[in-house]
């Protein structure tokens, strides 16, 4: 897992967006509880239909999200694969490929509710972000 060193992520990260993104409650329980995966430019990170336990913070890179009817192309700070965390067994929702050499932060689902019960403000934060999404469709 990442580690909070120094008093600071940023030496990590090195990218401040990633910061700029999410709240920190939620930042905060990814990184502490997630480890890194780096993805080639084309390699398929997540299929849409395919049962997983994971979420992922992009922390390097852009990437290309495809389902039925819409397409968009995110980049730093972006959460993804959430929906299948929080509610698991029907599948991914979208189709997710590396537009860009990529890194990710990756988190199971186990890991992301141990996050909650420690710091319910992180679970609040995440449905924020749920929410908005919601209203942008």
Known sequence: PLLFHGGRYERMLGDPELFSRL???LLDQILLRGHEV???????????????????LVKE?????ERPGRSLSLGVGTLIGEIEVLDPGLGRTAT?????????V???RA??????A?????AVALLGILASRFRET
């Open 118 to 122: 420690d710091d319910p403000a992180a």
């Open 38 to 56: 780096q993805y080639a430019a084309g390699d398929t990170i997540m299929e849409r239909g395919e049962l997983s336990d994971t979420m992922m």
């Open 23 to 25: 709240p920190p409650e």
């Open 96 to 104: 997710i490929t590396a537009e860009t050499d990529t890194t990710c």
């Open 106 to 108: 990756v988190v199971t």
């Open 111 to 116: 890991a992301m509710l141990e996050g909650f």
């Open 61 to 65: 890179g852009r990437v290309s999200v």
